[in-house]
């Protein structure tokens, strides 16, 4: 999704001048009693019991994993994470310690990983010993949160990146004030734009720099200055080198962050520019024998060319790139050396799935493991083990080994970790169909209809329409237990990915280029066509809701088509004019070809609110209070326009959210019940009948 506030849209300001008549809102209807759930449904307060499972990490030695197990902490509404040890047949499973991130130092008698700690329980760096005695030491003291944590070859020293506050040097004269005086603070001076993961948007509160500390604890040492902000350090293999991504964020205020390869000298703290290329390069891994830097690029000029990442690799002085991805025309993720160093692992989406897949340096990549699942392979072993999370339309995350064939692919796993069996145990859970259907203009789009338990075909469901966000992403075949709460509530549940979805290519990727919202709309329509012709939905109980990209073309639906009972747009962007100036994201052109000064005619034509006039259906808008990167004015825009044409609609604040709706654990129970209150209220009625009774 393109990544907060200035005045009402100039738009709205003309509708204030001549309100129509307000018909009055229809009184509301309580959900439905026949929708009460048998007890072999999933139950969404069983999400407060929902965990989750990360980052698995064998050993040097093959014997032993490490893993991160995430939890809900239903006292403080967060969730929590704990490392756990295992076997490597998955046996002896037992907690470490509170913490997550953790890596196996080069020996294997450590690992460090990342917890809170001292001061103000504060996140920093701890080192534990793997023996009987597993002495554990806080190592770092620092005031900002570090990340990214990476051993030197030799176990002696660990680099990580950090934050590094900007102090405001702007000063004025300002008087002494009276004595016990108490003035307002001082502002906020913001002279640059600093686009940062961690949403800081319009500020100048810091620059990300590259550190390393000894791992016997210490003060770190700062390796890169100035006004970049720097990611993924990897030591060289005689541990004198860290190379790292970093971009200029100056230049991101201009155009598009465009990020480089560069690499620091430990010792002297010379820093070296290895790429060259237009785009994105991040990611640099050294190879074990430290000759060679695996890298992933995307060689554009524009945010909308997603889908062409490669995977390069390149000698450690930069010369010599080359692509070792071949023509794999799929989004590339999470690629790590194999430990001999002759060839390339790296994770790909595609279709719905994801999957391992091998390739030389020289290229000719082939895939490692193939099936209809959402495979995270994190390392593999001496011995040919690898490791990962693995998940399924019916199997949440779990880690899973397999041993690298030496021909063909792996298409069974060995699961071991159950996190969720105790939740799921008796549970009747919705099963998933895979379809393919052709749009208004022939394209074939991909979809899953998710059908509740006990389905019977003959009897009359209501349907919600579940768009994803991106719009540059892609919909999975993991396990969803927002979707499974959905289906264990009687409803029908088709979702997809219309063009401009990851995980086609690149051409279907920029389908939508300087057209989004457009003919995705039609490919959600003709997926809404094809369930329909299947004969077991009500058509008058039809639902859809999205956030961020799927909150844009719910927004953008309800301007369009007036076919669903009740809408729910989630974290939209609802007027591009005002959107492009106040997000959290510097790029003015994200979906234009040009600047709105130069031409707004786009920015207007794309804009759902612009449609907001044709606006019949119910319409309920739900966006994070702190989101930055779809900031609540375009909520509150839209809102207000509705209000003021009469359409039935309501604003839902979340607290504690940033872009999204459902990262507090509370919040997600939230979404989903204000979800489907607001789609009772507008088309109550039994969540599923027989078809006589239509």
């Keep these: 999704m393109p990544r907060h506030r200035l005045p009402y849209a100039a738009l709205v300001l003309l509708l204030v001048a001549t309100p129509p008549a307000v018909p009055a809102q229809p009184a509301a209807t309580p959900p439905n009693a026949a929708a009460a759930r048998p007890r072999d449904r999933v139950a969404l307060e069983q999400y407060l019991d929902w965990e989750d499972v990360q980052n698995p990490q064998i050993s040097p030695d093959g014997s032993t994993i490490i893993f991160t197990r995430r939890w809900v902490d239903k006292m403080n509404d967060r969730w929590e994470t704990s490392l756990w040890q295992m076997n490597a047949d998955g046996t002896r499973p037992r907690a470490l310690a509170q913490g997550s991130d953790a890596h196996w130092s080069p020996d294997g008698k450590r690992i460090a990983y990342i917890a809170r700690g001292e001061p103000n329980a504060s996140s920093q760096i701890f080192v534990r010993w793997m023996d009987a005695e597993g002495a554990t030491t806080q190592i770092s003291h620092v005031t900002e949160a570090p990340s990214a944590l990476e051993w030197s070859p030799d176990g002696k020293q660990l680099a990580f990146t950090m934050n590094v506050p900007v102090r405001d040097n702007w000063r004025i004269a300002m008087p002494t004030p009276p004595k016990g005086a108490k003035w307002i603070e001082a502002p906020k001076v913001v002279t640059r734009l600093n686009y940062r993961s961690d949403r800081i948007g319009f500020t100048d509160e810091a620059y990300r720099h590259v550190f390393v500390i000894p791992a016997d604890g210490g003060t770190p040492r700062q390796l890169t200055t100035g006004d970049f902000n720097h990611a993924a350090p990897s030591f060289s293999a005689d541990g004198k080198w860290v190379a790292f991504s970093a971009f200029r964020v100056a230049d991101s205020e201009r155009m598009f962050r465009r990020s480089q390869i560069y690499a620091a000298n ?171 259907y052709p749009s208004k203009d022939g394209l074939k789009i991909q979809g899953w209809i998710v059908k509740p338990p006990d389905f019977d075909p003959s009897r009359k469901y209501p349907l919600i329409l579940d768009i994803h966000g991106g719009p540059q992403s892609m919909y999975n075949v993991a396990f969803s237990f927002a979707r499974q709460d959905h289906a264990a509530d009687g409803y029908v549940v088709l979702y997809t990915n219309p063009r401009g979805s990851t995980g086609y290519g690149i051409k279907f990727t920029n389908e939508i280029k300087n057209a989004y919202p457009g003919k995705d709309f039609d490919d959600l329509m003709a997926g809404v066509d094809t369930v329909v012709g299947r004969g077991y939905v009500d058509t008058k109980r039809m639902f859809v809701y999205g956030c961020s990209g799927g909150g844009v073309l719910t927004a953008w639906i309800v301007g369009h088509t007036d076919r669903f009972a009740a809408a729910a747009s989630l974290c939209p962007v609802t007027n591009w004019m005002s959107f492009v100036g106040t997000t959290d994201g510097a790029a003015w052109y994200d979906n234009f070809e040009k600047p709105f000064w130069e031409d707004p005619s786009e920015y207007l034509r794309r804009s759902p609110i612009m449609y907001v006039g044709n606006v019949k259906t119910p319409t309920l808008l739900m966006t994070g209070v702190q989101d930055l990167r779809t900031p609540i004015p375009q909520t509150e825009e839209f809102y207000r326009a509705l209000k003021m044409r009469g359409v039935p609609t309501a604003m839902i604040r979340m607290n504690n959210e940033y872009h999204g709706t459902s990262s507090t654990p509370s919040n997600f129970l939230r979404t989903q019940l204000y979800l489907r209150s607001w789609f009772d209220r507008f088309a109550p009625g039994p969540r599923a009948t027989t078809a006589a009774m239509q």
């Design 266 to 436: 430990v010792e002297t703290g010379e820093i070296k520019q290895l790429t060259q290329s237009v785009g994105n390069n991040g990611n640099p891994v050294y190879s074990p024998d430290g000759r060679h830097i695996a890298y992933l690029s995307a060689d554009s000029t524009d945010h909308s060319a997603t889908a062409e990442t490669k995977l390069v690799v390149m000698n450690a002085d930069g010369s010599a790139p080359h692509v070792a991805s071949g023509t794999l025309d799929r989004p590339i993720a999470g690629q790590f050396w194999s430990p001999d160093g002759a060839s390339l692992y790296f994770n790909v989406e595609s279709e719905g799935s994801r999957n391992l897949y091998v390739t030389g340096l020289t290229g000719a990549p082939r895939p490692v493991t193939t099936g209809t699942h959402v495979l995270v392979v994190s390392n593999v072993g001496r011995n040919g083990l690898a490791v990962g999370v693995r998940s399924t339309p019916t199997k949440p995350n779990d880690v899973v080994t397999f041993t690298i064939p030496k021909t063909g692919a792996a298409t069974t796993f060995a699961q071991l970790t159950n996190v969720n069996d105790d939740v799921l145990t008796g549970k009747k859970l919705a099963t998933t169909e895979e379809i393919w």
